[in-house]
C-alpha cells in the first residue's frame, strides 16, 4: 500500500501527462516549450524539414518513418517522434508534406499502456501512472486538434 507521500510522484506524473497533451495542441505554446528544453530540435519541424511524419504513441510512427526512408534515393529531413499534433499544425502551416499515422485508438491506446506496464516491471518503478481512459483522452485530444486540417 502507497503511502501519502509516494502518491505525490505519480500525481505529479499525471498531471505533467495531462498538461503536456494540451500543450502538443498548441504550436506556439509547444514550440517555445520545447525550445527552453535546449533539447536537440531535429525531430521538430524546422525550416530544413522536408516532411512531417507524426501520430499518437504506438501507432506504427517508426514503422512508417522507416518505410518511407528507404523508399528515398536522397536523406530526407524528417520532423517526426514527438507525438504532438503542433508538428502536423505546423508543417502544414509551412506547407510541408505531411503524413498523420493513425491507429485504432482501441490498440494504441493498450499498446502503450502495455509498454508503460512493460517500463515498470523492467525498472522496478512506476513512473508513469497514467491510467487507460487519460491515454484515450490524450488519443482523442491529439486527433481532434488536427481536424479542422484535414484537408
Excluded: C
Aim: charged share 15%; net charge positive.
Amino acid at each position: 500500500m502507497l503511502t501519502n507521500l509516494e502518491y505525490v510522484p505519480r500525481l505529479f506524473s499525471s498531471i505533467t501527462y495531462e498538461l503536456r497533451s494540451i500543450v502538443a495542441t498548441s504550436p506556439p505554446l509547444f514550440f517555445t516549450l520545447l525550445a527552453s528544453k535546449k533539447q536537440s530540435l531535429t525531430q521538430a519541424v524546422n525550416k530544413n524539414t522536408d516532411i512531417v511524419i507524426e501520430g499518437f504513441p504506438r501507432s506504427g510512427n517508426r514503422f512508417a518513418v522507416g518505410a518511407f526512408k528507404q523508399a528515398q534515393n536522397d536523406a530526407v529531413n524528417i520532423a517526426t517522434h514527438l507525438h504532438a499534433p503542433s508538428q502536423i499544425i505546423r508543417g502544414t502551416q509551412r506547407s510541408l508534406p505531411v503524413l498523420v499515422v493513425i491507429r485504432k485508438p482501441s490498440e494504441a491506446v493498450t499498446s502503450f499502456k502495455a509498454l508503460i506496464l512493460e517500463s515498470h516491471d523492467r525498472l522496478n518503478t512506476f513512473l508513469h501512472p497514467w491510467s487507460l481512459s487519460q491515454i484515450l483522452r490524450s488519443n482523442t485530444r491529439f486527433y481532434t486538434s488536427i481536424l479542422p486540417i484535414k484537408e
